[in-house]
């Protein structure tokens, strides 16, 4: 709850500091993602998402921009459970939805060319999962108890800006 405060607060400060220098730029994003649960026995595991939310970048110079954001971003995959139990083999595909906060520095190499660099954290709202490939319980809704609230990354793209459009 703490780590969630500061980062807020951080992405407001990154946000209001550029008011009085007026080369603070707000814009909103939006896209699609591929995700899934990557261990040494999965296939085929790929969920396609969804992302989109708010973006605040502050021009500190010709050359260097911070940029934070925050976005709801639907990540998941497919689980594959085998109940000793039952002998029985089956699926979950997860859907889990996030709230994101990246923050990144923005390096202009080219005139509207920038590299981005940066972390991210992400606070866990969702954690359904559907059972597929099931013999008996094809549907079932599941919830995820044990699942890690918090997520944490590295951040890296570049980005070109047109006409006062990112892409």
Known sequence: ???RFILILLFLAISTSGFAQKNIHF????GGNLSGFHTGKSINTGNSGI???GVAELELNDLFSLQSEII???KGGLIDVKDKSFSEFYSIETDLDYIDIPVQA?????KNVSLDLGAQVGF???T???ITNSQNNNGEEVEFKLTNTVDFGLNGVSSNKKNKITI
């Open 128 to 130: 359904k999962g559907k």
């Open 27 to 30: 814009g909103i994003k939006a």
């Open 51 to 53: 992302n989109f939310g």
């Open 72 to 74: 709801y971003n639907r």
């Open 106 to 110: 923005k390096i202009y190499f080219l």
């Open 1 to 3: 709850m703490k780590c």
């Open 124 to 126: 866990l709202l969702n």
